[in-house]
């Protein structure tokens, strides 16, 4: 089985290309699907959080407020780095255990903070979606509903794209129409599975 990494910062387009992936046969763990599920009410990630942050971060029904705990973590980096000690570890581990039930030949791991996180080193292919900040400011705004300013915040709350960019061997430039991103994605896979099998 081939595992792929596959980041990108936020709106450039990783789960466009994960789908793309999807539809070329690849089966696709999205690692933040994975952080959702273990921050539901009473799991241990989810106690964590709470314990950490104050109940102040949830919703009436129990539920974390994830806007509230974005406005929090993502205007103060210590806060973020304890958000990502207790969901990092976390997250691993449940991805892992996806991994184990694929049954397919290419498993794709979708994680913002891939590289951030060490997990890339664990892969056969790390893959990293790029795209203009422009696009980016656009796709959140419109996708997200965001503001311009929010939108600049979120951006400039993200790591630098040049550790990611040193250690992909797959660079997909999401900025152009799917037709031309889909061609790359194709063209990537192809020279992955072409690798593996010599």
């Known amino acids: 089985m081939i595992v792929m990494g596959l980041t990108g910062n936020i709106a450039s387009g990783?789960?466009?290309?994960?789908?793309?992936?999807?539809?070329l046969g690849a089966k696709v763990i999205d690692a933040d699907r994975v952080v959702h599920e273990q921050m539901a009410p009473g799991?241990?990630?989810w106690r964590a959080v709470v314990a950490e942050f104050g109940t102040d971060i949830l919703n009436p029904d129990q539920t974390i407020n994830r806007a509230k705990l974005g406005g929090i973590?993502?205007?103060d980096p210590a806060a973020l780095k304890r958000l990502e000690a207790i969901t990092h570890?976390?997250?691993l581990q449940g991805v892992k255990e996806r991994i184990a039930l694929v049954d397919g030949e290419v498993v794709v791991v979708e994680a913002v903070k891939l590289v951030e996180a060490g997990w890339h080193v664990a892969r056969d292919s790390l893959w990293v979606v790029t795209?203009?900040?422009?696009v980016q400011v656009e796709r959140m705004m419109h996708d997200r509903g965001m503001s311009e300013e929010e939108a600049q915040v979120r951006l400039g709350a993200q790591p630098s794209l040049e550790p990611k960019l040193r250690v992909a061997d797959v660079v997909?430039?999401?900025?152009?129409?799917?037709?031309?991103?889909?061609?790359?994605v194709k063209r990537g896979l192809e020279q992955v599975l072409a690798r593996k099998r010599n």
């Open 73 to 75: 973590v993502f205007n």
């Open 89 to 91: 570890p976390a997250a």
């Open 172 to 184: 997909i430039d999401n900025s152009g129409t799917r037709e031309e991103t889909f061609a790359q």
């Open 43 to 45: 799991e241990p990630v």
């Open 14 to 23: 990783k789960s466009t290309v994960a789908k793309m992936l999807e539809q």
């Open 131 to 134: 795209c203009s900040p422009e």
